[in-house]
């Protein structure tokens, strides 16, 4: 008899449902020679293995190796490489009025956490203020607001008091109280001087995940 509150099959069958297979055709698929082991997990009996999560995170990327197995969105699985796989929640609007928004995300991206340099969330990035052919996700770490941990000369995404924006901070040399945010245009986007205590969230840019056609 099936064992209840079984979250392995709970998961399987959600993804054979939306793959629109049932579990023979589905195990097929994915390269299996039959739907028993399939079955297996359907009664409790087995949990699902790397093998078959792996076979099927190759034919549908969408569903990370970890959410397969787990159920968990950034559980670290390592790769064939040695290489641990991350989700990246990816958050569309940057202007809801608190960030990151409370809602579920709207995308997760799959990286390896070499990748992912520790990144907690992405969002889009497609202006001309930092990079004129960038046209994708930028991965976001949080930044605390010392001044000793902000690394000058690198892209953050700024929050000052609910204006948000992709700035290079530098220091601003008559005033170490204050803030320089500049673009690599700096005769077409002005600099932009500001204090701490204007900047209500910070997030170090540790990574981009680029489609380079505009």
């Not at 028993?36 to 078959?52: A, F, M, P």
């Not at 190759?58 to 064939?80: C, D, K, L, R």
Request: charged share 20%; aromatic share 10%.
């Amino acid at each position: 008899m099936k064992k209840q509150d079984n979250a392995n099959w709970q998961r399987l069958s959600e993804v054979i449902r939306v793959t629109g297979h049932n579990v023979n055709s589905f195990a097929r698929h994915i390269g299996l020679s039959r739907g028993e082991n399939l079955y297996q997990i359907q009664r409790g009996n087995n949990g699902i293995s790397e093998d078959v999560a792996r076979r099927i995170h190759h034919h549908f990327p969408q569903y990370s190796v970890a959410w397969i197995m787990f159920g968990e969105e950034n559980v670290a699985i390592v790769t064939e490489q040695g290489d641990p796989v991350v989700r990246i929640p990816l958050y569309q609007d940057i202007w809801s009025e608190e960030f990151p928004p409370q809602e579920s995300p709207d995308d997760y991206l799959v990286l390896s956490a070499s990748i992912a340099h520790d990144a907690e969330l992405a969002v889009p990035y497609a202006d001309d203020i930092l990079n004129p052919f960038l046209r994708g996700a930028i991965l976001l770490l949080k930044q605390h607001r010392e001044q000793d941990v902000i690394m000058f000369g690198n892209i953050y995404f700024i929050d000052l008091e609910g204006i948000r924006l992709f700035r290079i901070i530098k220091h601003y040399e008559q005033n170490s109280d204050l803030l320089c945010l500049t673009t690599i245009q700096p005769n077409v986007f002005s600099d932009i001087v500001v204090s701490w205590e204007q900047v209500s969230g910070l997030w170090r840019v540790v990574g981009a995940v680029c489609d380079m056609a505009r």
